[in-house]
């Protein structure tokens, strides 16, 4: 997968892409991020890229063409089809799903913001798709580009290593995670559960998925309405004496 982003601060997104998990997916040839910045398509002695709003207000808008040009040049540096996103903060929310969906094209295209926004007649003319990555404002949208970055190059076949961990992630079946322990077993904050340590898969599963359950119950119960749940999983979640469970704020 190509993963092309048009922003002011391409360095951003380079140190970005050398850390972590899609650090390796670059590493392993499984993720190509290229930046790309629309001073570098400004005209002038000042390389201008902004400019006041029209109708008046307070900030700047990034003018058309310098992001026009720099997205044609980013387009052009591959063949295969393109997805451009912009990222705002009035795009519609990112989920699990859609970057699941966007994991599966072969190359993308991201837009970053700065200041007040961008023309909007370059978002009418350029851009698939708007998205933003929660309901609050960032300085520009290279940290949100990040965050889709990291969210689809993980979910591409080979980045990571143990091929279940994605599907076990919180939202991978749209509940939360359960809770992790590893060693000591007995510490002065506290002992792992004992069902961790039977052996007991079906038992170790079943605790897992209750402990997920309670979780989305109590920190995102909009998801526990959307996911479906067995009768006994309903029961379960009724009586809370079914969860001696160490969940903050339950
Ligand atoms: N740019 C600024 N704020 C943003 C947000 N919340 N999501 C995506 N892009 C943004």
Known sequence: MRIDVVSLFPEFVAQMAGFGVVGRAVERGLVDIHGWNPRDHAEGTYRRVDDRPFGGGPGMVMLIDPLRDALHAARAADPRPVRTIYLSPQGVPLTQARAAALAAEERLLLLCGRYEG???RLVAAEVDEELSIGDYVLSGGELAAA???DAV???RPGVLNDGESALQDSFGDGLL???HYTRPPRHALGDVPEVLMSGHHGDIAAWRRLQSLARTQVR???LL???SLTDDEHRALADPGDFPSP???A
């Open 225 to 227: 309405a959307a996911a």
């Open 147 to 149: 965050v889709v970055i």
């Open 177 to 179: 995670d359960c809770p």
């Open 118 to 120: 961008i023309d909007e």
């Open 220 to 222: 995102r119960p909009d």
């Open 247 to 249: 969940i903050p704020g």
């Open 153 to 155: 190059a993980r979910l």
